[in-house]
């Protein structure tokens, strides 16, 4: 009956040991997947806050694009508006220009009836 017993006993003891190894095994998977998940988990944040620091700096381009863009605008305004008053400056003289010959004209010819 010892024998049995001692069987028995050494039976329990190896069914124990492979259930606590399957418990280990269990817990060591485990153990890798949520560090897999940890590291799946960091990396799309790391992504997501690279992609909220690309779209920042896209805006702040765009920003800087649309000042250079304002600034072109109204230089070429300020350069239209040289012209105008350049191409008016230039027909207003023209007009005194005509005026002073037409004067000189006139006081000639006075001279002229004069004599």
């Known amino acids: 009956k010892t024998e049995g017993t001692d069987a028995s ?3 329990n003891a190896k069914l124990s040991a492979q259930k606590a190894e399957a418990t280990a095994r269990a817990l060591l998977s485990a153990r890798v997947e949520m560090e897999a998940k940890a590291r799946v988990a960091l990396a799309e944040a790391a992504a997501q806050a690279a ?3 690309a779209e920042a700096l896209l805006a702040e381009q765009e920003a800087e694009a649309a ?7 109204v230089a070429a305004a300020a350069e239209r508006d040289a012209k105008i008053s350049a191409q008016k400056s230039e027909v207003v003289s023209r007009a005194l220009l005509k005026t002073r010959l037409d004067m000189e004209t006139k006081a000639k010819m006075a001279a002229a009836a004069a004599i």
């Open 67 to 73: 000042k250079e863009a304002e600034a072109l605008a």
């Open 9 to 11: 006993v050494d039976q």
């Open 51 to 53: 992609a909220a620091e």
